[in-house]
């Protein structure tokens, strides 16, 4: 069973202007700050989006980067709004792309487990991947889906995790489904019970 | 790669829409029903004249849950190799003519939210059979329909009766002509446009709403190239080990079926890829009339869509 | 044809699935040469040699009832083995055009159609199932179109939609897959769904599958064989159950091999779907215990060469890598160097 080196593991690359979008909508979350604000000089830069364009959600990482708050709510962005948490974040999302016009970009820059979410959202309103950009940063930690019981474990750096609905432990793959947002944990002493890896840190 | 499995229909009515475009209905002739098919499906009909076969694709307009008979509309071209005339002038109720299963390559996206048809002439008809499918759904759509003036708006009265307000249709006669502008410049997420007809329409449609920032997956267009006439030129086909000379009123795909060499073709109007041949020689300049190579490709001089596109040259070796 | 059906025999606890003589005689053996690596190894789905699998559209063979009922075990304990996105309904009903229209033409002893208008009749004998229902209206099945026609076909079946120049897996049954979950993969991309598969990927074999689906036509449907090794003759070698078979894989000894071990060859179809412009893809799974195999000395032979040889990534892949030498040793003996004849059938 193949672990690592999946096709279906996303690849993502360091935010760049699409100046062929006429709105850009910027989210993001925790570290994600740093990426999106560059983002907003680059789109400035080019000269072609106008503040008005330009509108920006992100979530603190209340954890960590403390003053990224202060600096995401100066932006120059025509619209901001910052949440405490992820769940209010993706809420005003939807009601945002509910209003949005074709001819939008999205742009995503997170940990992973976050933009997932946020693109999940995106599809439900045919954001298609022509449309969106994405670039990891922060936490490496994964949303593990069991295919046993199909709990999801959250925040999971360990090559295996204990399942959080069915107690299993979990070794997690690199097989990656956007419709769940999470990486696949299969049973990981399926075959000898008891015979399993060390855990290890590597989702960090 | 050809079509082994072509079927035998015969002809079971001609109806002239406008003064250029003739509808027929294609009936099989072992009776019964035609496959089905979904809506911006085309077919590729086999005309057997006199001295040459023609093989030209047309989009089917009749409703795709009625398969007694297929439709098709073909308007006659000012400037054509045959296929057309051929159709006008020589086929009547009762002739046998021989058809391809249906091929779409133009197809309705099926997540779409909101879908936008603009037609030219007769550009019309795959639009006929997809607004079909669109009505038993729930998605929102409409059609903007431009012709030249009133007597050429083919299909109108049928347009209305089955979609009412969701169809606007503009005469060129009357300046009155689509906004395209102000038609994609503020449309909801998820909406996906739609083009076919003559090609300065499609280049407004599509570079319209490339400004307006839609991404390619939401721009759809057909286009069928005829196959342009040219000077005449020699082909050396490297498999098969034989010579071809292609007429000026022959494509080089037709050159090279009539020479009895198989070669792969699908839609036989340059946008497919299907029929894409290395060329392994060449000594003068490929003329490429397709839709589907890059421009890269082109360029290289490696490739070729024979469906469509010619040589001026002494020689060209292909890998056929 | 007549088919003797073995409808009691099973595909789990005991295990009493058996070949008869008759179908091992025509089991598809996937290995045309004594080597085996992945290719693009797809050809037209005509109608094969009398009696042989591919003599028809859609086999129906002696374990048709058996794998019905298996399918039936499955979904009630876990419904998502079938599932459709909203936007598959037309590819639905275009999959039960197929099915009940291929069936009804190659086994009209055992299958009829009949249709007045939209009004449609089916008949499946073996089964005792007789519905009448419009063509159309879903209201009128008992089921969605694809759930209630793949209770009645055996084999797995994904339907995917194209668009954006690419095929999405958007609905399916699979209650027979070779450690693949169709309810983690729906709605994948044509090589998000296959990224698991090692090798593959860097023979461009997807990007050339692809490619070529893409531009599949109605009518024209292609096949190709895949397969893999189980031990006994189980079905449902889903990961969501793993827990259940995974230990099957380390139980092998010299002594249960030649009963335990099975080869698993799918016979995979691809049909383009009329109205829907969607591509059904089926994954029939047929069974064979090392001990059949071995029934027909050329096999024996030419098998025992592939496992021998195989890729180790292939070995770990297919799950091979606790018995896969137990299976060689046990094959060893058969295979006396002679050269194997051309092609895949049995001499």
Redesign the interface.
């Known amino acids: 069973m193949l672990i690592t080196g999946i096709k279906s593991k996303p690849v993502y690359a360091p935010l760049a202007a699409d100046v062929g979008g006429r709105y850009h909508v910027l989210v993001g979350h925790g570290v994600g700050a740093e990426q999106l604000l560059r983002l907003v000089d680059e789109l400035r830069a080019s000269g072609g989006s106008s503040r008005a364009s330009r509108r920006m959600l992100y979530a603190t990482d209340l954890s960590a980067a403390p003053n990224a708050m202060a600096t995401v709510r100066e932006a120059d962005v025509a619209h901001v709004r910052v949440f405490e948490n992820i769940p209010a974040l993706l809420e005003d999302f939807r009601t945002l792309l509910e209003t949005s016009r074709m001819g939008t970009r999205l742009y995503v820059a997170g940990p992973e487990a976050f933009m997932g979410l946020v693109m999940r959202i995106a599809n439900e309103f045919n954001l298609n991947r022509d449309e969106i950009r994405a670039e990891e940063c922060g936490s490496r930690a994964r949303r593990v889906h069991c295919i046993h019981c199909r709990a999801a474990t959250e925040s999971v750096t360990t090559n295996i995790v204990e399942c959080s609905g069915c107690r299993r432990w979990l070794v997690v793959r690199d097989h990656y489904s956007r419709r769940l947002a999470a990486y696949m944990g299969v049973m990981v002493d399926a075959e000898m019970p008891g015979e399993r890896p060390a855990v290890k840190d590597v989702f960090v | 790669m050809s079509h082994a499995?072509t079927i035998l229909v015969r002809v079971s009515a001609i109806e002239p829409l406008t003064p250029l475009i003739k509808r027929f209905a294609l009936s099989p002739a072992a009776g019964g029903f035609l496959?089905?098919?979904?809506g911006?499906?085309h077919i590729i009909v086999v005309m057997r004249g006199a001295t040459r076969v023609h093989r030209n694709p047309y989009s089917l307009l009749s409703p795709?849950?009625l398969l007694d008979s297929y439709q098709i509309g073909v308007r006659r071209m000012e400037v054509s190799r045959g296929g057309s005339m051929f159709m006008h002038d020589h086929v009547r109720i009762g002739s046998e003519l021989e058809i391809t299963?249906?091929?779409?390559l133009f197809?309705l996206?099926?997540?779409?939210?909101k879908h936008i048809l603009i037609a030219g002439g007769i550009g019309i008809t795959p639009f006929m059979a997809q607004m079909e499918?669109l009505r038993a759904g729930s998605v929102p759509y409409e059609l903007h329909y431009s012709v030249r003036g009133p007597e050429h708006s083919a299909f109108r009265d049928r347009l209305l009766e089955r979609h009412g307000a969701r169809i606007r249709i503009y005469h060129d006669s009357a300046n009155d002509f689509i906004d395209v502008e102000g038609l994609?410049g503020?449309?909801?997420?998820?909406?996906h446009v739609y083009v076919c007809g003559p090609a300065g329409m499609i280049e407004k449609v599509v570079g319209t709403a490339?400004i307006?920032?839609?991404?390619?997956?939401?721009i759809h267009w057909e286009q069928f190239s005829a196959p342009p006439v040219g000077d005449a030129f020699d082909v050396f086909l490297a498999k098969s080990g034989v010579s071809v000379r292609v007429p000026p009123d022959q494509s080089l795909l037709e050159a090279i079926e009539a020479a009895g060499v198989d070669a792969p073709y699908?839609c036989r109007g340059g946008v497919?890829?299907?029929c894409r041949t290395k060329v392994l020689e060449v000594d003068g300049v490929l003329v490429h009339n397709d839709h589907f190579l890059s421009s890269e490709e082109k360029e290289s001089g490696r490739a070729i869509m024979p469906c469509v596109s010619r040589a001026q040259c002494t020689k060209l070796v292909l890998d056929l | 044809m007549s088919v003797v059906f073995k409808a009691n025999e099973t595909f789990r606890d005991d295990f009493t699935f058996r070949n008869s003589p008759k179908a091992i005689r025509r089991f598809p053996l996937p290995f045309v040469d004594d080597e085996y690596m992945y290719s693009v190894n797809i050809e037209p789905h005509t109608p094969g040699p009398k009696g042989s699998v591919t003599e028809f559209a859609i086999d129906v063979d002696e374990h048709y009832i058996a794998e019905c009922k298996d399918r039936e075990i499955v979904l009630l304990e876990d419904p998502l083995r079938y599932q459709a996105l909203p936007h598959m309904m037309s590819a639905q009903w275009d999959v039960l055009e197929l099915i009940m229209e291929s069936m009804s033409r190659d086994y009209p002893e055992l299958f009829s159609l009949t249709k007045t208008g939209n009004r449609w009749a089916w008949t499946n004998r073996p089964l005792g199932i007789h519905t009448e229902f419009t063509f159309g209206d879903a209201a009128t099945l008992p089921r969605e179109p694809l759930d209630y026609i793949t209770r009645q076909v055996q084999g797995d079946w994904v339907v995917m939609d194209q668009r954006e120049g690419d095929l999405f897996a958007e609905a399916g049954m699979v209650t027979t897959p070779a450690d693949w979950s169709l309810d983690f993969d729906i709605g994948m991309t044509f090589k998000e769904w296959h990224g698991p598969v090692p090798l593959a990927h860097e023979l461009s074999v997807f990007t050339r599958a692809l490619k070529f689906l893409l531009n599949l036509r109605l009518n024209e449907p292609v096949r190709r064989l895949n397969w893999t090794m189980t031990i006994h003759p189980r079905l449902d070698t889903s990961p969501e159950f793993y827990y259940r078979w995974g230990k099957d894989r380390a139980s092998v000894t010299p002594e249960s091999v030649a009963d335990d071990a099975h080869l698993r060859v799918e016979l995979q179809g691809l049909w383009r779907l009329p109205r829907s412009n969607g591509i059904v893809f089926s994954i029939r799974c047929y069974l064979i215990s090392m001990r059949e195999l071995a029934s027909v000395p050329k096999w024996a032979r030419r098998v025992h060469r592939v496992l021998k040889n195989l890729d180790p990534a292939l070995v770990d892949y297919k799950g091979l890598t606790r018995y896969r030498d137990t299976v060689v040793d046990w094959l060893a003996p058969f295979d006396d160097g002679a050269p194997t004849s051309p092609g895949a059938g049995p001499d």
């Open positions: 499995n496959p089905a098919f979904s911006g499906s795709p849950n299963h249906p091929v779409n197809n996206d099926k997540l779409a939210r499918d994609l503020n449309q909801p997420l998820g909406t490339r307006a920032g839609w991404s390619g997956s939401h699908l497919c890829g299907e």
